[in-house]
């Protein structure tokens, strides 16, 4: 299960409201994209419903529990940001074990799992070298394997791609498609990019300075954008 609701979710930082009544349901094993101009509050929204900022209100709902007040750890859902964040002195199999030498798992449920990922991810022949070695693409897929020996319900991704280069973000972009169909988990996906959004999401969410301009399938989006924000942003200037 990774069911997402929020509702009137605000978020001020002094007297500057940057997410403005955010309200939206994200089903169990969506793929849902946040798409919008840099500043418009896509970063903030994610990290609240991480639970690495506090809401200034409204409600953060998984699977039926109000989490607002609950730690990131316990609410069962891992994060990838765009700066991967790596141990450069460890190796591959232990930046991807970290998570779970944090919860004190054993020497055999870590083998296990970080196999499973490094196997998920095409990281099997990697495991032994250090970040240094690894191309862009090949980091970022470290980053991800951290996140899924988690087993969240839910993933949130932070403009993951934005530092790799045109091409591997078309081979990434199909990767984290091929993984979403594998994993079956729920994917909230954040970018500034709209061809990431209109060929990776279920449903796209387009945000305008804090507040959702539109929320549709992306098809929907381009053939039906309901104000001309969206249908600049979308790329359909009719
Ligand atoms: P995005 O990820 O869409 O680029 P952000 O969520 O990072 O946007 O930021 C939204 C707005 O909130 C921006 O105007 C940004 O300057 C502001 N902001 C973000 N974090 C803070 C903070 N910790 N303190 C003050 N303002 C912030
Ligand atoms: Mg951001």
């Given at each position: 299960m990774g069911q997402l609701t929020l509702k009137n979710v605000v978020k001020s930082f002094g007297q500057i409201e940057v997410v403005k009544h955010v309200s939206l349901e994200v089903q169990d094993g969506e793929f849902v994209v946040f798409v919008g101009p840099s500043g418009c509050g896509k970063s903030t929204l994610l990290r609240m419903v991480a639970g690495l900022e506090h809401t200034s209100g409204g409600d953060i709902v998984i699977d039926g529990q109000?989490?607002?007040?609950?730690p990131p750890v316990k609410r069962g859902i891992a994060m990838v940001f765009?700066?991967?964040?790596?141990?450069?002195?460890?190796s591959v199999y232990e930046n991807i074990a970290f998570p779970l030498r944090v919860e004190r798992a054993s020497e055999e449920v870590i083998r296990e799992k970080v196999e499973s990922a490094a196997a998920i991810l095409h990281l099997d022949q990697r495991?032994?070298?250090?970040?240094?070695?690894?191309?862009g693409g090949q980091r970022q897929r470290v980053a991800i394997g951290r996140a899924i020996v988690r087993e969240p319900k839910i993933f949130l991704f932070d403009e993951p791609l934005s530092n790799l280069d045109a091409a591997l973000r078309a081979d990434m972009r199909i990767e984290l498609t091929r993984l979403h169909k594998q994993l079956g988990a729920t994917m909230i996906y954040v970018t500034h990019d709209q061809v990431e959004a209109m060929t990776m999401a279920d449903r796209i969410v387009v945000l305008n300075a804090g507040y959702i301009a539109q929320v549709g399938a992306p098809l929907e989006l381009y053939h039906k954008p309901q104000n001309a924000f969206v249908a600049r942003f979308i790329g359909n200037p009719r």
């Open positions: 109000r989490v607002n007040d609950l765009q700066s991967y964040a790596l141990y450069p002195h460890m495991l032994q070298q250090k970040p240094g070695m690894l191309s």
